[in-house]
Nanobody, 124 residues
Framework: QAQLVESGGGLVQDGDSLKLSCTCS????????MGWFRQAPGEEREFVAA????????SYADSVKDRFTISRDKASSTMYLQMNSLKPEDTAVYFC?????????????????WGQGTQVTVAS
C-alpha cells in the first residue's frame, strides 16, 4: 500500500502563492498518474489538476487553469502544485492521490491511494 504525504499548506492573503508537495512512499507510484483534489467544508471533493506517469501530460480544472501548475519529480517520487494568484474561493483541504492508471483523470473513482490532506486558507 502506498503512503502519500502532503505538505505546504497554510494561511495566505488574496493574490499570494503557495506550493504544495506530495511525496509517495511507494516506488511504483512512478508508473502511475497522480492528481490533486480539494474539498471545501460542506462541498464534494473536486478535481484540481492531474499529471500522467512521466509528467508529459497535464490537465486542470477550469477554475485553476492559468493559475496553478502541476509537476512531478520521478527521482524523488514527489508531485507538486504551484498555486499562484490565490483567491478566497481556493480555500479547501487539498488532497493528492495516485491514479489507477498511467494517466491522471478527473474523477475520484480513478484514484486508489490518497493522502491525509493539507489545509489551504486564502484570506480576503
Amino acid at each position: 500500500q502506498a503512503q502519500l504525504v502532503e505538505s505546504g499548506g497554510g494561511l495566505v492573503q488574496d493574490g499570494d502563492s503557495l506550493k504544495l508537495s506530495c511525496t509517495c512512499s511507494r516506488r511504483t507510484c512512478s508508473n502511475n498518474g497522480m492528481g490533486w483534489f480539494r474539498q471545501a467544508p460542506g462541498e464534494e471533493r473536486e478535481f484540481v489538476a492531474a499529471i500522467n506517469w512521466n509528467g508529459g501530460t497535464t490537465s486542470y480544472a477550469d477554475s485553476v487553469k492559468d493559475r496553478f501548475t502541476i509537476s512531478r519529480d520521478k527521482a524523488s517520487s514527489t508531485m507538486y502544485l504551484q498555486m499562484n494568484s490565490l483567491k478566497p474561493e481556493d480555500t479547501a483541504v487539498y488532497f493528492c492521490a495516485t491514479s489507477l492508471y498511467a494517466t491522471g483523470g478527473r474523477s475520484t473513482a480513478g484514484y486508489r491511494y490518497w493522502g491525509q490532506g493539507t489545509q489551504v486558507t486564502v484570506a480576503s
